[in-house]
T-cell receptor
Framework: QKEVEQDPGPLSVPEGAIVSLNCTYS??????FMWYRQYSRKGPELLMYTYSSGNKEDGRFTAQVDKSSKYISLFIRDSQPSDSATYLC???????????FGKGITLSVRP | DTGVSQNPRHKITKRGQNVTFRCDPISEHNRLYWYRQTLGQGPEFLTYFQNEAQLEKSRLLSDRFSAERPKGSFSTLEIQRTEQGDSAMYLC????????????FGEGSRLTVL
């Protein structure tokens, strides 16, 4: 079993839809949870960073962490064509540990 | 600052040749990471440095791979005796020590081994 599992894609939604992206993990040591966005032929860029269980909101994006279930989610409201990208969940056990990524899911938002 | 810079952006080589990639991190970042990404997969950790010290290497990193960060600034990743399975995007990232989860990635160096 991989440490981080991400829902398979690809995912195609119409503009304006609410998107839900999910990851599960097996390593209880993970404390920090991130979502990165990667556009085609570019490096990943940090989108959301959370530490504790609960929700964190930033504009149209909400990151949710449930440590008891080892489950994290990213919600995108009012999705836009510019949100079309690959979304990677990533997790960190501690400040001196490596960042472990999920496989990524490719999202396409149709105008 | 222009961000993390990687060179070359694309390298095509024949099996058995050696290749070297260079990464220039964001100047004030003391941590530098190398990841490998293949099509349809997330980035896979290879190694990371804090200043000039190499603190961790992936068990998956064969002895054909070597990375250096001689003065705690730029880094090089060398792959000796390349194999077709080495074909991938090699991503470099940097961060502050205090922001270990906030990695700033370069655009990557794509390796194609024929």
């Amino acid at each position: 079993q991989k440490e981080v599992e991400q829902d398979p894609g690809p995912l195609s939604v119409p503009e304006g839809a609410i998107v839900s992206l999910n990851c599960t993990y097996s390593n209880s040591a993970f404390q920090y949870f991130m979502w990165y966005r990667q556009y085609s032929r570019k490096g990943p860029e940090l989108l959301m960073y959370t530490y504790s269980s609960g929700n964190k909101e930033d504009g149209r994006f909400t990151a949710q962490v449930d440590k008891s279930s080892k489950y994290i989610s990213l919600f995108i409201r009012d999705s836009q064509p510019s949100d079309s990208a690959t979304y990677l969940c990533a997790m960190l056990a501690g400040a001196n540990s490596k960042l472990t990524f999920g496989k990524g899911i490719t999202l396409s938002v149709r105008p | 600052d222009t961000g993390v810079s990687q060179n070359p952006r694309h390298k095509i080589t024949k099996r058995g040749q050696n290749v070297t990639f260079r990464c220039d991190p964001i100047s004030e970042h003391n941590r530098l990471y190398w990841y490998r990404q293949t099509l349809g997969q997330g980035p896979e950790f290879l190694t990371y440095f804090q200043n000039e010290a190499q603190l961790e290497k992936s068990r998956l990193l064969s002895d054909r791979f070597s990375a250096e960060r001689p003065k705690g600034s730029f880094s090089t990743l060398e792959i000796q005796r390349t194999e077709q399975g080495d074909s991938a995007m090699y991503l470099c990232a940097s961060s502050l020590e205090a922001g270990a989860g906030e990695l700033f990635f370069g655009e990557g160096s794509r390796l194609t081994v024929l």
